[in-house]
Structure formats: structure tokens, C-alpha cells
């Protein structure tokens, strides 16, 4: 194992005063052998490996056959070559030097596809010769701050854009560089913190005296507000499933190291307390909403991120002895949390109805409110907002609270997770088209709803001025979620809905250089203090545009529902018809 430096070079880039982690020779060494080509795997191995269903299920399940005829068929066509075993679909996206594809499919290329593609290329990280993830951002125009760093959150929607355009390699040596970050101590002052924390990002550094170069990691010690990323861990397995899933190459997960690292981090997520709740508890800014912003407690975001992780883990576990014990805790904090987060974080008009005629300081096991939520605590807003027919997971519950935001990348992922069920999945997509104007505007897409202002943002947000209302987290446009809204869009067989949004984008994006986030109630702003050539924007719009053009890379970032874990769900009026 590694130790940690403080033997820092101040050359502007790097505090003198900051802990970093370099990785050694010695350790590259041994990650040297575990960087061999990917074994080739049997049918019959592949079969056991990956969990999606054939694709006469698919056509034949309700919630698709209920959708036009002609976008049926167009899909149908894109998915007739499905090989159900997991075999990795490609799509003719060009390669470093290649000029801008033809489609297999009917879909003709945007001419800002290639643009895009050379805009990733440049934010490539080499390590030693080795690719290893993207920068955060490359505008130059600006102060780095950690603009140039590899956040692991970050890069997921650059691996995918990767994984489906056939170049696997990255997303391994990705993959392995962060499992041995993982390894290191962690230390914030004087408080060691848990030995599965996976860093929130890590930036390669180049010795010019020595002509050497070690990898430099943050695990939160360097962040805003100093807190480790709940989220960066959740991210790595739902990535390793989707490495294996892509590539058909189940021998990168089953190494030792691998199968070490994923026990680790649910050993964090998995441990025994106080908790009465099969949740998470978190702090403030443990996710991608990163600043004080009220997102604390049980927010939905690390609860879906939580219960992907665990379903993709439950396929990735090896069953050996360790590999058992995880794999029965899993399965019933799973069952536990699903009917947690289905029954007690859903809202639609009937539940919202029964909110509003709760009655309070109800005692034992028969109560009704069972959180105690007070009636008054209703936003004034939700009652506009909520239509009748659809619905959504709120953003947190917990005692005598509820935080009735919306929030996108915690739909999305309980959509494409399976934490949602069919019914409640069909509703999101409902709710999104019902509420078009709020929710996507003229660029996609709300990274939560609505904006916090006035009285409660001074309190909330303790008067940050990158969050004022509309901006950045606090109800900012972010076009990196396009690819979550679409990949959820062909899950539900709502494919128009994400081509509507794609081609909002496509409007916007090139010119005005990729921006991080947009400003204002409709999106309309560039933001005010958005990095322009921000990585994920760019890997985000690719990867929506490559699963629309071909749906069989969903099976790589999409669970199907476990009807074990369904729990009995009243019908309320979102469902009906």
C-alpha cells in the first residue's frame, strides 16, 4: 500500500498544505498484470453473466405495446440483432482520425456528432502512456480549480460513450487506477476515513526533474465543504457492471482486487447502526449536487445510486464464502429498501391529496403519517404542479420531513435501476412531458425543481452565490442529464420524448461550446459561472445520441424489476386511465 505525500512541488497547481496520494512503481507494476486482454467468454458464460431479458419479452412486455405503432416498429428494427447473451453492440462511431459515421440505422449523424467526438478525444488523461480517464472540463479561458482533474462521477457518461463505441481499454485502465486509489489511506486532519472510499477524483502529476509521474487523489480532503463522495463508490460498481456487460469480459471483475474492492464499499453501506430507515444517511454535498443546497439526510439521489449499486454488485459477486455473506445482505437490504423507497418517496395526486388531510402526533404501529409530516409543510407550488395523471420520487423523507423536489438524476436512475416499478416508471415519463416547460424549457434538463429563493435560500444554501435561484444546482439546466432522460425515455418506450430533448440540445450546444450548465427558469442563459468544454455535457449528448440510434446499449446501464422484490402497491389515480 501506498502512504500518503506532502513532499508537493509548488508549482501553482497543487496547496504545499494539501495530503496527496502518488502512485509508486511498485504498484504499477502490479497493475501491469491486470491489464491483459480481456478473456474470451462462452455463449453459455456470457448467459450466466448478464441478466437482461430476450427481446421477444421486451415487445411483448404491456408498458411497450401500449406505445405508437410506428415508434414500435422503428424500435423493433433497431433491436432485432440483440444477442441476448450479452454479446457487446457497437455503433459506427468514429475512432481517433475516423471521419463522422454513417449509422447502421435509419437515423442520419448530426453534423455536431464529429465535433463532439474530437472535443472528448481532447480531454483524454494518459498516465504512463495510458489512457485513463477525461478532465473535467478543457476551457482554457477560465482558472482550473479541479476543472482538470477525473472525477469519477464524471466520467461515467465518457466511459459509456466509449464502451459503445468499441474502445473498452480506457474504461479498464480507469477502472483498475481508481481500485488502487482505493487502497491508499485516507486521512482529513486527524480523522482516518473508511477503507472503501473510493476518491471524488484524481489528476495525473508530471516530475520534470525526475521525468516521472505519480497520480494525486482527492478524497475530499481538497473539496468544497471537505466531504467524501458518497456517490464515487455506487459509481465505480454500476461502471464494472457495465464494462462486463459491454465486453462480454467477466474476467475483470472476478479478479481478487475487483471483488475486494466492491466488498469494501458495501461493507461502508452495509454496516449496522442507529438507522431505523434501510436508507442512507448522508451529509450535505455528498453527490453531484456538491454544495450546501439542502440535500442532506436521505436524498433520493444516493438512495437510487444505493440500490443500483447493490443489484449490479449481486451480479458481479463471486459465490464463494465471502462472496455469500455479501450477496444474502444485499438481498435483503434490497427488498427492504425498495419497499421503503416505493412506498414512503412516491408522489402522485392521490398521495399528495393524502398528504394534504393528514392528521399529526399520531402514535404506534397503525399510524398513518407515520413521519409525522405536517400538513402546512406543503409547498404552495406542488399543488400547480403535480398533474393528475403522473408522479414522481420526491427528494427526501425523513422525520417530520419532506423534501418535495423533484430531482432528475434520481428519477432517472430509479427508472433505469428498477427501483420504480412499470406503473411508477410510466408516471415519471408522464409527469416529464406533462410538465415540459418546467422541467426540460429550451435546454435539457432540470437538475432539480423548482429553484429555492429568497428567506429559504439565505437559510438553505447559506447565501451562495453560485446557487441563486435558477442557477447552477439550485434549479439549473445541465445538459449532461440528457443521456439519463433518454436512456430512461427507451426503457419506457417513450423514445419521441428524448429525441424532442436531443434536438433542444443539438440547437444550443456546439455554439455556445459545450457548456456545464444554462441559467434561468426556461434554460435559456449560458450559466453564469459554467466551464465551457465541459466533458460530461459533450460524453452526455453522445451517449443519448448513440442509444437512440441504437437501443442495445440500454442493456448495459439498465436493470430489469426482480419481481421478487415487488412489494403489493395500492393503484392510485396516477395509473389510471
Not at 181 to 206: C, N, T, Y
Request: hydrophobic residues 40%; contains cysteine.
Amino acid at each position: 500500500m501506498s502512504g500518503m505525500s506532502v513532499d508537493v512541488p509548488q508549482n501553482g497547481n497543487i496547496s504545499p498544505f494539501d495530503v496527496s496520494y502518488a502512485l509508486d512503481d511498485t504498484e504499477e507494476s502490479d497493475l501491469s498484470k491486470l491489464l491483459d486482454k480481456p478473456r474470451t467468454l462462452t455463449l453459455e458464460n456470457r448467459q450466466r453473466s448478464l441478466d437482461e431479458r430476450s427481446l421477444n419479452d421486451f415487445l411483448m412486455s404491456p408498458r411497450v405495446q401500449t406505445r405508437n405503432a410506428d415508434n414500435m416498429s422503428r424500435l423493433a428494427d433497431h433491436l432485432e440483432n440483440i444477442v441476448c447473451s450479452g454479446r457487446r453492440s457497437g455503433i459506427n462511431t468514429p475512432r481517433s482520425g475516423f471521419s463522422t459515421p454513417r449509422s447502421r440505422s435509419s437515423f442520419e449523424p448530426h453534423p455536431i456528432v464529429g465535433e463532439a467526438w474530437d472535443a472528448l478525444r481532447r480531454s483524454l488523461v494518459h498516465f504512463r502512456g495510458q489512457p485513463v480517464g477525461t478532465i473535467a472540463a478543457s476551457d482554457t479561458s477560465e482558472e482550473k480549480c479541479n476543472y482538470d482533474q477525473v472525477f469519477v462521477r464524471d466520467f461515467v457518461p465518457s466511459a459509456l460513450a466509449f464502451l459503445m463505441n468499441g474502445e473498452p481499454e480506457i474504461v479498464k485502465n480507469f477502472l483498475l487506477k481508481t481500485l488502487r486509489l482505493q487502497s491508499w489511506e485516507k486521512k482529513i486532519d486527524r480523522f482516518q476515513l473508511g477503507e472503501g472510499v473510493m476518491p471524488a477524483s484524481f489528476k495525473v502529476f508530471h516530475d520534470p526533474v525526475r521525468n516521472h509521474e505519480t497520480l494525486i487523489a482527492d478524497f475530499g480532503e481538497s473539496a468544497i465543504g471537505r466531504v467524501a463522495p458518497i456517490d464515487s463508490g455506487f459509481w465505480w460498481i454500476i461502471l464494472l457492471r457495465a464494462y462486463t456487460k459491454s465486453t462480454g469480459d467477466c474476467s475483470l471483475a472476478e479478479m481478487p482486487d475487483c471483488q475486494k474492492g466492491m466488498r469494501l464499499i458495501l461493507s461502508l453501506c452495509l454496516s449496522e447502526g442507529f438507522d431505523t430507515f434501510p436508507t442512507l444517511l448522508c451529509a450535505d454535498g455528498c453527490c453531484m449536487i456538491d454544495r450546501r443546497m439542502g440535500v442532506y439526510g436521505y436524498p433520493l439521489e444516493i438512495q437510487a445510486l444505493f440500490f443500483m449499486a447493490l443489484r449490479c454488485a449481486l451480479l458481479l459477486l463471486k459465490q464463494d464464502v465471502e462472496g455469500k455473506e455479501f450477496i444474502e445482505r444485499i438481498v435483503t437490504r434490497l427488498n427492504a429498501l425498495s419497499y421503503h423507497m416505493r412506498s414512503y418517496y412516491w408522489m402522485d395526486f392521490k398521495q399528495l391529496n393524502d398528504i394534504y388531510r393528514y392528521k399529526t402526533e399520531e402514535y404506534s404501529h397503525t399510524a398513518v403519517n407515520k413521519f409525522n409530516v405536517m400538513p402546512d409543510s406543503l409547498p404552495e407550488w406542488v399543488f400547480d404542479f403535480m398533474p393528475n395523471r403522473g408522479g414522481y420520487f420526491i427528494g427526501n423523507v425523513s422525520p417530520a420531513k419532506m423534501d418535495i423536489r423533484w430531482f432528475c438524476l434520481g428519477n432517472c436512475i430509479a427508472i433505469l435501476s428498477s427501483l420504480a416499478t412499470a406503473e411508477q416508471s410510466t408516471a415519471i415519463m408522464d409527469l416529464i412531458e406533462a410538465r415540459w416547460e418546467e422541467l426540460v424549457g429550451e435546454m435539457p434538463l432540470k437538475v432539480c425543481y423548482p429553484a429555492i429563493e429568497s428567506h429559504d435560500w439565505r437559510i438553505i444554501t447559506g447565501c451562495d452565490p453560485k446557487n441563486t435561484r435558477w442557477s447552477y444546482h439550485n434549479g439549473g439546466s445541465w445538459p449532461v442529464l440528457i443521456w439519463l432522460l433518454t436512456a430512461a425515455c427507451i426503457k419506457t418506450g417513450r423514445p419521441m420524448i428524448a429525441r424532442r430533448a436531443i434536438e433542444l440540445a443539438e440547437s444550443r450546444l456546439l455554439k455556445d461550446n459545450w457548456p456545464e450548465y444554462y441559467d434561468g427558469k426556461q434554460g435559456r442563459y449560458i450559466g453564469k459561472q459554467a466551464r465551457k468544454f465541459q466533458t460530461w455535457s459533450i460524453a452526455g449528448y453522445l451517449v443519448a445520441k448513440m442509444m437512440l440510434e441504437d437501443p442495445s446499449h440500454l442493456g448495459m446501464i439498465s436493470l430489469e424489476e426482480d419481481k421478487q422484490m415487488k412489494p403489493v402497491m395500492r393503484r392510485s389515480a396516477s395509473w389510471t386511465t
